[in-house]
């Protein structure tokens, strides 16, 4: 039985094969950082956009980039169609025009399906929904919102620089264009319980997003988040709580939903903890024998309570 719907599934049921996205970092940077929001960021980023592994520090070009993760992927996955993914910082905070160039230069790469772009709900605006919807005749395009929480109050205690009710207007402002879109939720923020985190779950369940990526809240070096957790202010989730949290999780969401990562990617050499995050792996299938022991599976509870309404 299959537990939840993947997103390698998902695009070898649009592709008829394996599609494997390639990490960009287009150069970019963000309002939360820039000043024009805070010089802060999110209290959980670090200089290199939380942790993503900024590929530009190394001079390569989005065409570089490109070259050099496909000839990987092709030989580790045996893929042989791709989906650029423009991952590191803000991707549609840049002038319209700047934004065409990497977009296009990207997709019009040899073998290149879909894309996929991560962003702020904050820095969006109809003429870059448009743009990217325009590529929709050709290929798979994906806007990822990071919304983290649905509550307001976690927001402001980590700094985000924008609230639920932007996050839902961008929603439906990228639908208006057709457009798929994904959020990025955190599990572990500072304050938040159990009952918060689900509620984030089901406020997705009610809008018409997509797919979802789930992140587990580890900390990184040179981070306000590290100096809370030095000062013994924040306490990190164990992982079998975690593992419990993202099967809950799961439950509350529509069964047609794209899960498209359950954990995130720790860089080993900033990671301060969980240490048991540096096994992305395993965790992955704790995971998937947890659902299995708990004979749950995704929408498990979001049609009941949608029979019940």
Not at 159 to 171: K, P, T, Y
Not at 216 to 229: E, F, G, R, S
């Amino acid at each position: 039985m299959k537990r939840y719907r993947d997103f390698n599934s998902y695009l070898r049921e649009i592709f008829g094969e394996r599609v494997q996205k390639i990490a960009l970092d287009a150069g970019l940077t963000c309002p939360n950082r820039d000043g024009t929001i805070s010089d802060k960021g999110c209290i959980y980023c670090d200089s290199r956009g939380s942790g993503t592994g900024a590929m530009i520090s190394h001079g390569l070009s989005i065409i570089e980039q490109i070259e050099k993760s496909r000839e990987y992927l092709g030989r580790r996955y045996g893929a042989k169609k791709f989906m650029p993914y423009f991952q590191s910082f803000t991707n549609t905070y840049a002038p319209l025009s700047q934004l065409k160039k990497f977009y296009d230069q990207a997709l019009e790469y040899p073998d290149m399906v879909g894309l996929s772009v991560a962003t702020r709900p904050d820095c969006v605006t109809k003429e870059i929904l448009e743009l990217l919807g325009s590529y929709q005749k050709d290929h798979l395009v994906w806007i990822e919102y990071g919304l983290q929480s649905a509550h307001d109050i976690t927001l402001s205690r980590i700094n985000r620089g924008h609230d639920v009710a932007c996050f839902e207007g961008s929603v439906h402002m990228a639908k208006e264009f057709g457009l798929n879109v994904c959020a990025h939720i955190i599990l572990g923020l500072p304050g938040e319980t159990r009952e918060m985190m689900l509620q984030t779950a089901r406020f997705l369940g009610r809008l018409p997003v997509d797919g979802i990526k789930i992140h587990l809240l580890y900390i990184v070096k040179d981070t306000p988040l590290a100096m809370l957790y030095e000062k013994g202010e924040y306490q990190c989730l164990e992982k079998e709580a975690y593992v419990d949290l993202v099967a809950d999780v799961l439950e509350c969401l529509p069964s047609e939903m794209v899960i498209q990562r359950l954990t995130g990617d720790a860089a080993e050499e900033e990671l301060i903890a969980p240490l048991w995050a540096k096994h992305k792996s395993e965790t992955l299938e704790r995971i998937r024998r947890r659902l299995e022991e708990r004979d749950t599976w995704q929408g498990r509870l979001y049609h009941k309570r949608a029979e019940k309404n």
